[in-house]
């Protein structure tokens, strides 16, 4: 496996979970200890949204493990050949003996304390989702899915009993706190899942000069942690392609480098 593939696996299984235990009715999946060193998994394909290569990460790592079995994954739930959703995996839990139905969440969020109610604050980058809408989506319409008529008719064609299975959550995030923030925190949820910081333009022109070199990277790129070797832009050639994605409204994630060699990634938000 290449460098680059074999990264994709090590962010992954790295990312904390966004908490731990039992979250308003979501239980984590409990991830399976996995020897990074001994992965012998396939290539993913660089040409398919983030989403779907973490999907074949966490695929690939749990086939990995001695602990489960892959029983299914993607599995498409229709009426009338209308689509209701995916079923995203369904496992063997070979320790418990027992079978278990995983939703996978691979989120940015950034956290905004302007929101008054914490369970809101947890946003995309771009304004377009949050952390509350897709925990009440899981919820109220992922889960219940396997439980309708046209979801658990599809199971038994499986030989799966919808009744049986354990319902559980492997849900990872990256979170970027507004700069100068004092004494983040979130909890109940994971503060590990702190990854940088978030801004406005205007802070950002301030900001980057404690940095002398810059790199926006693809989005199958951002669970990554920035490297030396990348090739990084000063800020004249840097600012060009950063302005245009702003006035695009998209929220760029920016890698920065600092003159002794220090590296942070921070979102910097068109919508301030």
Known sequence: MNPENLSKFVTFFKTPPLWYGNYDGLEQFDFPEIDLQDLKIDSIPENIRL????????????????????????????KDKISLGEIDFILKD???NKMLHVELTYKFYILDPTVANPIHQLIGPNKRDTFYDKKEK???QQIPLLHSQEGSTVLRDMNIDHESLDH???????????????NPSFLPLNNSCFAGYWMSQETFSTFRR?????????????????????HWNSYQDFKIDLDSRLANKNSPMVWLKKFNGEL????VVWWL
């Open 210 to 230: 404690n940095f002398s070199l810059f790199y926006i990277p693809y989005k199958k790129q951002w669970p990554e942690s920035p490297t030396s070797d990348l």
């Open 94 to 96: 070979l320790e418990e």
């Open 51 to 78: 989403g779907h290569q973490m999907e074949r990460v966490f695929l690939q790592l749990v086939e990995h493990s001695p602990r489960y079995r892959v029983l299914a994954y993607n599995i498409p739930i229709r």
């Open 138 to 140: 899981i919820k109220h």
């Open 168 to 182: 559980k959550v492997c849900f990872k995030a990256q979170v970027f706190l507004p700069l100068g923030l004092q």
């Open 264 to 267: 942070l990634k921070v979102f």
